[in-house]
């Protein structure tokens, strides 16, 4: 950052402010930022709650003023409360985002400044790097060895290489080399802009997503049925053809999906913001499921399982001594380059940073690319000209047809077998080893060509450390039921001591075996391989999608622009916060820190997340469905409308407050320790399960109101509101864990929540609101009543929970 060694000023700040006001930001699709009146509208896109509004205002007309209007009150009111749970979800959402925005380089008052790429506008000088994404679209005006992966827009899988004057598609991203763009177009009127709107790209639904939506159906089709039939009843037996048509919607609204995703995006929010406390950003809530159930994890070793700071050990020659030379060509080689920025060059930097360069002067750069796996600088001392190569030891050899050895250059193959054994005895070892050649150039402009006939002349040794607890924490990773593979283009033998030492076990491949195998002998191998080593960056997408296709849920934590293909194409794609643009982008999960500590707990928190989720659904669904099944059976046993309008909007409107809280409760550790997945066989019987047994002891409520005590209407509406109210308000605490409900621990704010609704319910019947429900106080022999209906019906949720969860588990 600042002064830059050539002569391009790009825009002042002050005309980069106007053409952002002319131009908007740099956004293909705006953000799904939804404005308060939005939020608030969405809570009433709910059909049922369309019509009940409608037929309350068409009661008004009939006489029924205050009935229509105590309707409309509560109705809002439980908008207004969903209004605002949604509305701080959604907020919070786009804080934890803006953590993590892309940010580009540009020159802006001749000076290279960092801005969130958002802000890029035309006419901007954009400075482009390896890992980092063409963040607009505009022409090329200065390029050194520039090569851009074009795949989003041209489907061709390999780097273009790109030349002055060439035009930059917005979205691509930079592979290797340098580059200075002229921005033309950005955001909505750029060619990817335009795509995205006609195509609507973007990451499909998830098996969560999709599972939901299929469910909402179901029981929109299930509650229709139900509500037709209540109203085709009540009408039937002449209960006034508005008075039914408003009870039967009052149930419709309970138990509809429609603000389904609404509440699921609450419920994930809220995960994902304690997530955010553990060190993990969620980008896309919906792949805190696929976190959840993730069984499989692909890391490289670096920074997750290691220290993650390259530490120099020596610098060798081919004799296996310390030398100077290999330290000061090393340290040429990493001063000068200016492509991918790499944990090694700044170890070496950083280690010979007392070391005088000022007598060399740089002419010209191959930068590094994934595919050669080396970078050349040449550089002029004096009247000297040199090559200076560096990169991983079998990709240098390629190059190299001379070694120094002591004080003379030889033929490569005299002094192959002691490079071979250097190279060797150290990987055993752990160490990483990075080799170094050079030759003597006549000219000031270099080619691939030239990387040829080079001298070896030793190695950079480097180490990183595993980490002091790496050991236990992938034990730790085991024993949740996730597997750890390790996925690298380091060499095998390093890659091999690293498994070793932290006891994984299993075969290991490498590129050269991976690349014989077909795809179904792949896919055999890769269950049993637990270390893949020398992989390009396209055998690493084989390899994740081989381990999707064996049956895993694949996680894949990348960091650099070799991982991307393969992030695309895991179940979840996890990366950290240090990341290239590029990884950043293609993350649904970013990590705050990279070690696998962090990894552990956001699992945690994601399995947690997603079954307070579950439980929400689980409780809705069954109580709403028992509720729905209790009233049809009650339109044909009972003389009268059992329940107003206004008491079912009501009874509604609290026990939706006693489960706003779900989200903040505890998981029972057991819960936690294996991957979760969305199973809709599962909710249905568990809908239909303790559904059915709600409705059951509803049943033995109307049998003792109607034929044993002979309760008027008005006394057996307030008994049957308050049971229902307290059957469904303290099941919550029974059917929230698979134990007995007394040996695991709710919230703190799950508890308060649920008494405290509790309480409203009894003292309602004795305030003027009450009087306005048409609820009325009970005599202490009804009062004991509810209460022993109440006690056995919690007694037979635990009976029957513990033959459920034999039977059947999530």
């Known amino acids: 950052m600042g002064d830059l060694p050539f002569d391009i000023s790009g825009l002042s700040s002050e005309e980069a402010r106007k053409r952002l006001k002319k131009y908007g930001y740099n956004r293909v699709k705006e953000r799904s930022r939804l404005a308060d009146w939005e939020i608030l509208l969405n809570q009433f896109k709910n059909p049922y709650t369309i019509l009940l509004l409608f037929t309350a205002m068409l009661s008004t007309f009939l006489g029924e003023k205050t009935d229509a209007l105590i309707i409309v009150g509560i109705v809002l009111t439980g908008g207004l409360l969903d209004f605002w749970q949604e509305r701080q979800a959604h907020r919070a959402v786009e804080k934890l985002l803006s953590m993590v925005k892309v940010r580009s380089n540009v020159i802006r008052d001749s000076k290279e400044i960092e801005i969130p790429a958002d802000e890029i506008v035309p006419e901007d000088v954009v400075i482009l790097r390896a890992g980092d994404i063409v963040p607009a679209e505009g022409v090329l005006i200065k390029e050194k060895d520039l090569f851009v992966n074009e795949a989003l827009m041209t489907g061709e899988a390999y780097p273009v290489e790109k030349r002055v004057g060439d035009y930059l598609y917005m979205a691509t991203h930079v592979v290797s080399g340098f580059g200075i763009m002229k921005v033309l177009r950005t955001g909505k009127d750029t060619e990817y802009g335009k795509m995205v709107e006609k195509l609507k790209l973007g990451k499909g639904e998830t098996d969560f997503e999709r599972g939901l939506r299929h469910f909402g159906y179901v029981l929109l089709e299930t509650a229709t049925i139900l509500i037709l039939l209540v109203l085709t009843i009540n009408a039937y037996y002449g209960r006034g053809v508005i008075n039914s048509l408003l009870f039967a919607l009052s149930l419709g609204i309970g138990i509809t999906p429609v603000l389904l995703p609404a509440v699921f995006s609450v419920g994930l929010s809220y995960g994902a913001r304690h997530m955010a406390r553990k060190g993990a950003i969620v980008k896309r809530l919906a792949s805190i499921e696929n976190f959840g159930s993730m069984n499989l994890l692909c890391c490289d070793k670096t920074g997750t399982l290691t220290v993650g700071k390259m530490q120099i050990y020596a610098f060798k020659n081919v ?95 005299h002094a192959l077998k002691d490079i071979e054994k250097i190279y060797t005895d150290y990987s055993r070892r752990g160490f990483r080893l990075i080799a170094v050649a050079f030759k003597s150039m006549e000219k000031e402009h270099i080619s691939y060509s030239d990387e040829k006939g080079e001298i070896f002349l030793g190695f950079v040794i480097m180490h990183d450390p595993l980490r002091e607890d790496a050991k236990e924490l992938v034990r730790e990773l085991s024993s949740l039921g996730v597997k750890l593979k390790i996925i690298t283009g380091d060499n095998k033998l390093v890659a091999q001591y690293v498994a070793e030492e932290l006891g994984l076990g299993g075969n290991i491949m490498d590129g050269n075996d991976l690349q014989n195998l077909s795809e179904e002998a792949l896919i055999n191998k890769v269950r049993e391989t637990s270390v893949f080593a020398e992989l390009s960056p396209s055998q690493k997408d084989r390899v994740v999608l081989a381990l999707r296709k064996a049956g895993y849920t694949v996680g894949y934590l990348g960091d650099g622009i070799n991982d991307v293909s393969a992030m695309r194409s895991a179940d979840v794609a996890i990366s950290v916060e240090n990341a290239v643009d590029v990884a950043k982008e293609s993350a ?155 040996k695991s621990k709710p919230s703190g704010l799950l508890l308060i929540t649920v008494f405290g609704v509790g309480l409203v319910g009894i003292i309602i019947p004795f305030t003027p609101l009450g009087k306005m429900l048409e609820l009325r106080p009970l005599s202490m022999p009804f009062y004991l009543f509810v209460f022993l209906v109440v006690v056995f019906y919690l007694a037979s949720v635990e009976i029957v929970k513990r033959f459920f969860y034999k039977k059947y588990d999530l």
């Not at 040449?378 to 190299?400: N, R």
């Not at 705050?592 to 947690?608: F, H, S, W, Y």
């Not at 057991?670 to 969305?678: E, G, L, R």
């Open 319 to 413: 004799l296996n001594e310390d030398d100077q030379k290999v330290a000061l060509f090393a340290y040429v080689n990493s001063y000068f380059q200016t492509g991918y920025k790499n944990p090694i060059d700044e170890a070496i930097i950083e280690s010979m940073k007392s070391q005088d360069l000022s007598g060399f002067e740089k002419l010209d750069e191959l930068p590094y690319d994934f595919n050669r796996k080396r970078l050349s600088v040449l550089v002029k001392k004096g009247e000297e000209k040199l090559l200076i190569t560096k990169g991983a030891y079998s990709h240098l050899l390629e190059v190299c047809s001379y070694a120094q050895l002591g004080g003379e250059v030889v033929e490569l193959q």
């Open 588 to 742: 649904d999960i970013v990590l705050l820190r990279q070690d696998l500590r962090t990894i552990i707990d956001a699992v945690l928190e994601g399995r947690k997340t997603f079954l307070n989720t579950m439980k929400y659904l689980f409780l809705q669904t069954s109580s709403n469905f028992g509720n729905v099944f209790s009233m049809a059976g009650a339109s044909l046993i009972v003389p009268f409308l059992p329940m107003l309008p206004k008491q079912v909007l009501m009874a509604n409107l609290l026990t939706d407050t006693a489960v706003m809280s779900i989200p903040t409760d505890e998981v029972d550790r057991d819960w936690t320790k294996s991957p979760k997945k969305w199973d809709m066989n599962f909710i249905k019987r568990f809908m239909i399960t303790f559904g059915l047994l709600s409705s059951v002891f509803d049943y033995i409520t109307f049998f003792f109101l109607l034929y044993i005590v002979g309760a008027s209407s008005d006394i057996f509406r307030s008994t049957w509101f308050l049971e229902g109210l307290f059957t469904q308000i303290l099941v919550i605490l029974s059917l929230r864990t698979k134990k007995f409900f007394l």
